[in-house]
């Protein structure tokens, strides 16, 4: 029987950051967390639970849209689950319908895996003029096909969100899609900012990679980044240096009506605990400077962690590191209905994660407490 006290230096519980605190491990489970005691071991760095990403492209050379299996998703999950980000949303981008069909099956399946928060259906109901990456060849108007396989889902108790531009679906559409407990994401989006207003008044509850592929924002046209930051909606964003200039981050987290809307993605694809290379759409997309390059020269997903989204933020854009946290943690665990994820207590060791104190490495406290087991057995 495992029972021991770690002290870190410092202690994310979810909410804040605390100092001279301890969590007890009990069989592998976190029982009590309070102040140090003498006995407790120390360790430096800050213990957090997992990252928790909820815009998964791919990993460990996977991309789902390729591998729409349960074999592939967990292979994502456990490549992602290696540098730090216990919890994942697969997502499965714009294709075939048969794609999404296949995708959702192993959602379904997958359901009862360790670190499976749901689905991501990001398209194909998006804006030609602002599709990114994704196949130009599939993209159309939501429609009954998809909104069975979201209904399906739904009925399954699979969480799912769902990125589409408002251009592209009813406001009925979107209210029935919320009704049933899809969260809504606006993106990939041309739309104008009434536009967007009318699809978060309709139940859109979320917005995707807030400045890339949606209108941005002028002085007498809000576009949709400006109805979204005005917004009470949570939003995703990507902190890569490549996406997302890191002082309009800065930007948008000032400016937003409340505190803990924005959170962290990473938007990773397969190359993330993989080669430096991988097919979408028959096209060879490469990694290049740290940038993902498709044949057209164009950005294609990121190559990015959540711990190194969360050291970015904390050095470049000036959050502080409970701001960070919360972004990778606390407020994607919350907006799927999965707040379990952002506490300690009861927590499996296997599902938090030490910071270094220079946040470039991510270890799991798992193998720090089994090094110490080993120590302790040693003396």
């Not at 301890?22 to 003498?38: E, G, K, W």
């Not at 917005?207 to 939003?235: K, Q």
């Not at 400016?255 to 290379?277: I, W």
Request: negative net charge.
């Amino acid at each position: 029987m495992t029972d021991v006290w770690i002290a870190p230096e410092q202690l994310f519980d979810g909410q804040n950051v605390l100092t001279g605190q301890a969590i007890r491990v009990v069989n592998d489970q976190v029982t009590d967390l309070a102040p140090a005691p003498p006995s407790a071991h120390r360790v430096k760095g800050c213990l957090t639970p997992g990252f928790v990403d909820l815009q998964v492209n791919g990993g460990g050379g996977v991309m789902l849209n390729s591998t729409p299996t349960p074999e592939g998703i967990a292979t994502i999950a456990a490549a992602h689950r290696q540098l730090g980000t216990v919890a994942i949303m697969p997502t499965v981008i714009t294709d075939a319908p048969d794609v999404l069909y296949r995708a959702a099956e192993a959602a379904i399946a997958a359901a009862d895996q360790d670190g499976i928060v749901g689905l991501h259906i990001e398209g194909p109901h998006i804006s030609m003029a602002r599709r990114g990456t994704h196949d130009a060849a599939h993209i159309r108007a939501l429609d009954g096909r998809t909104m069975d396989v979201v209904a399906n889902l739904r009925q399954q108790g699979v969480a799912v969100m769902i990125t589409l531009a408002p251009e592209a679906a009813t406001t009925a559409q979107i209210a029935t899609l919320a009704g049933i407990g899809a969260v809504v994401s606006i993106g990939h989006t041309d739309a104008p900012a009434e536009d967007v207003e009318a699809a978060i008044a309709a139940g859109a509850t979320c917005a995707t990679h807030l400045f890339n592929a949606m209108s941005a924002m002028t002085g007498r046209a809000p576009g949709a980044v400006g109805a979204i930051i005005n917004s009470t909606v949570r939003s995703g964003i990507i902190c890569d240096g490549h996406h997302v200039d890191d002082r309009m981050i800065r930007l948008a987290l000032r400016a937003r009506p409340a505190d803990n809307l924005m959170f962290l993605v990473s938007d990773a694809m397969a190359t993330v605990g993989g080669p430096d290379h991988f097919d979408l759409y028959g096209q060879d997309v490469r990694l290049d400077g740290g940038r993902l390059i498709n044949i057209e020269g164009n950005l294609a997903g990121a190559h990015v962690t959540q711990a190194q989204g969360v050291a970015r933020l904390v050095s470049h854009v000036g959050a502080s590191l409970v701001e960070a946290l919360r972004m990778a943690v606390t407020t994607p665990a919350n907006l799927m209905g999965q707040d379990h994820r952002a506490q300690i207590i009861g927590q499996k060791t296997r599902n938090l994660v030490l910071l270094s104190p220079d946040m470039s490495q991510v270890a799991s406290i798992a193998d720090s407490l089994a090094g110490l087991m080993t120590n302790d057995a040693a003396e």
